[in-house]
């Protein structure tokens, strides 16, 4: 089976994430957005781990459409990342 390296996915981080949200939203809104969902659950910024990426993502779905298609995306990517790091060998 192939590694995860075969595949070219990195694992993605929160600045990713912002500037998703950017391209949409523009970078004030974006980092507001992000800020106040990191708040809302309770983390710090930077967020590092895929796990928290993911439920970030998934409390920015909740604020609407745009943020919803930029978020996720994000998951997906996190889906991604964890499934092909969990076939890869270490």
């Given amino acids: 089976m192939p590694g995860m390296e075969d595949y070219g996915h990195e ?8 500037k998703s949200f950017a ?6 809104m974006a ?6 969902a990191v708040q809302s659950l309770g983390l710090q910024r ?4 895929p796990a928290d990426l993911r439920r970030v993502a998934e409390h920015v779905m909740e604020v609407g459409e745009l943020s919803r298609v930029a978020a996720r995306s994000l998951k997906v990517r996190l889906i991604t990342y964890e499934a092909l ?5 270490s």
């Fill in 23 to 28: 391209d949409l939203v523009g970078p004030e």
């Fill in 31 to 36: 980092d507001g957005l992000w800020n106040l």
């Fill in 46 to 49: 930077p967020v590092t781990s």
């Fill in 11 to 18: 694992l993605p981080t929160e600045q990713d994430a912002v």
């Fill in 85 to 89: 790091a969990r076939t890869s060998p």
